[in-house]
């Protein structure tokens, strides 16, 4: 099993995620996009390399997100209505 652990830093323009390793090596970094439309996420490995990337769609009803792995869609997220519960 791998154990990875993650820092955010408190105050930032943007989101910026740390993950570690046991030894508190920098295993992978995630960070989002300053001034976009829609929410997007970046994580990349400790060379630089983009792993996989989370974009939201705007032009839609309800909140959508698609998660690509090496430029290729694996999946898409959609929000349910719901009423009178989260």
């Known amino acids: 099993m791998i154990e990875l652990f993650m820092k955010q830093k408190m105050f930032s323009f943007k989101d910026a995620f740390h993950i570690y ?10 960070e989002g996009r300053f001034f ?23 032009m839609s009803l309800l909140p ?12 898409e997220v959609t929000k349910k209505v719901t009423f009178f519960k989260p």
């Open 21 to 30: 390793d046991r030894d508190e090596q920098e295993t992978f970094k995630v």
């Open 36 to 58: 976009s439309l829609g929410d997007s996420l970046q994580m990349t490995d400790s060379s630089g390399k983009t792993l996989v990337s989370i974009e939201q769609k705007l």
């Open 64 to 75: 959508r997100y698609e998660i690509s792995i090496g430029g290729k869609t694996v999946c």
